[in-house]
């Protein structure tokens, strides 16, 4: 649970650090701007660049910060999602279900399904099927000690 609330607040940590950058941006504007009008001997900063000009440029940062933060967002979710499964797989020989996942995690049967087959594609997961017809997942690089004592030298 710790684990979780450090978690939430580095994601949050992360997106004020890129919601920051974008207030830098736009209060550069303004002072480009501000100077450019000085250089033009324009006293109405609107009369150099016109409203509808600092409304659009207003409008087009405001969509790319909440782009960004969006996108930021869904990678941090989608990595602890990943995480929740990976420690889950470790707890049960590293073979995992749909189904044990979602009982285990916060995540519905078909967000499970996605993600292990996102996994599975990526290289980072085996699926095997048992004789029922019931589909596992073994994750890659998770080994049992029998495993390891049976490893072979590379050389």
Do not use: H
């Not at 990943?82 to 995992?96: D, F, H, Y």
Request: glycine share 12%; net charge negative; charged share 20%.
């Amino acid at each position: 649970m710790l684990e979780a609330i450090g978690n939430f607040f580095d994601s949050a940590k992360e997106n004020f650090k890129i919601a920051g950058s974008y207030l830098v941006i736009g209060v550069g504007v303004f002072m480009g701007i501000a100077v450019g009008s000085q250089f033009t001997n324009e006293t109405d900063i609107l009369g150099f660049l016109g409203l509808e000009g600092i409304c659009v440029g207003i409008a087009g940062l405001g969509v790319m910060g909440v782009w960004s933060v969006k996108k930021s967002a869904a990678k941090r979710i989608q990595t602890l999602n990943e995480k929740m499964i990976l420690k889950l797989a470790a707890q049960t020989g590293g073979v995992v279900t749909p189904a044990e996942v979602a009982v285990a995690t916060s995540l519905s049967l078909t967000d499970s399904q996605k993600i292990l087959e996102n996994l599975q594609s990526g290289g980072f997961l085996d699926m095997k099927i048992t004789p029922k017809g019931d589909i596992l997942y073994q994750v890659r690089g998770l080994l049992n000690d029998r495993d390891r004592n049976n490893a072979e030298d590379v050389l």
